[in-house]
């Protein structure tokens, strides 16, 4: 049994907290409804969480998730929306050996030589990242990405922060 206050009817207190309840309510809708443009779902396993909050302005760097549109003839026509983590920034050198790549003598991971449908892939073959750009790769050993189109130009990403 609950306590009431003196002078408190129960209906007064149970109308209080529905009020109070629809007021956070409203609140949550709108800072989701103002936000939904800022809200980035990643499609497919590249890398290893789904949602993501953009952090337009914020410049591209190391350890940094980043979406950018690229474009491959393995991909088909026109630009696919890709969400990635920078590995490997300007300036730091691309090397690779045997069948693995590594960015300044840092294992980075291996490369496939054929898609899941059996096309031929080609690696890239590795070299100094150029100022302005930066070698990006999913989470996913499968994930496409620059060591198939080798590194992109920071101008052409976005920012990203992983929520799920």
Request: glycine share 14%; with cysteine; proline share 5%.
């Given at each position: 049994m609950?306590?009431?206050?003196?002078g408190?009817?129960?209906a007064?207190?149970?109308?209080?907290?529905?009020i109070?309840?629809?007021?956070v309510l409203?609140?949550?809708?709108?800072?989701?409804?103002t936000?939904?443009?800022?809200?980035h779902?990643?499609?497919?396993?590249?890398?290893?969480?789904?949602l993501?909050?953009?952090a337009?302005?914020?410049n591209?760097?190391?350890?940094n998730?980043?979406?950018?549109?690229?474009?491959?003839?393995?991909?088909?026509?026109?630009?696919?929306?890709?969400?990635?983590?920078?590995?490997?920034?300007e300036?730091?050198?691309?090397?690779?050996?045997?069948?693995?790549?590594f960015?300044?003598?840092?294992?980075?991971?291996?490369?496939?030589?054929?898609?899941?449908?059996?096309?031929p892939?080609?690696?890239w073959?590795?070299?100094?990242?150029?100022?302005?750009?930066?070698?990006?790769?999913g989470?996913?050993?499968?994930?496409?990405?620059?060591?198939?189109?080798?590194?992109?130009?920071?101008?052409?990403m976005?920012?990203?922060?992983?929520?799920?």
């Open positions: 609950s306590e009431q206050v003196a408190e009817q129960p007064t207190r149970a109308t209080g907290g529905l109070v309840r629809l007021v409203a609140a949550l809708i709108g800072i989701v409804w936000g939904m443009d800022r809200i779902v990643a499609r497919g396993e590249s890398v290893d969480k789904t993501f909050w953009t337009p302005g914020a591209p760097e190391l350890g998730y980043v979406t950018l549109l690229a474009s491959h003839p393995i991909m088909g026509e026109g630009e696919a929306l890709l969400t990635k983590l920078i590995v490997c920034d300036g730091m050198t691309i090397t690779v050996q045997d069948h693995t790549f960015c300044d003598g840092q294992r980075l991971g291996g490369y496939l030589t054929q898609t899941w449908d059996g096309k892939l080609t690696a073959e590795g070299g100094k990242v150029p100022v302005g750009s930066a070698f990006v790769m989470t996913h050993p499968r994930s496409f990405d620059s060591r198939y189109f080798g590194p992109v130009e920071k101008r052409r976005v920012v990203v922060r992983g929520l799920l």
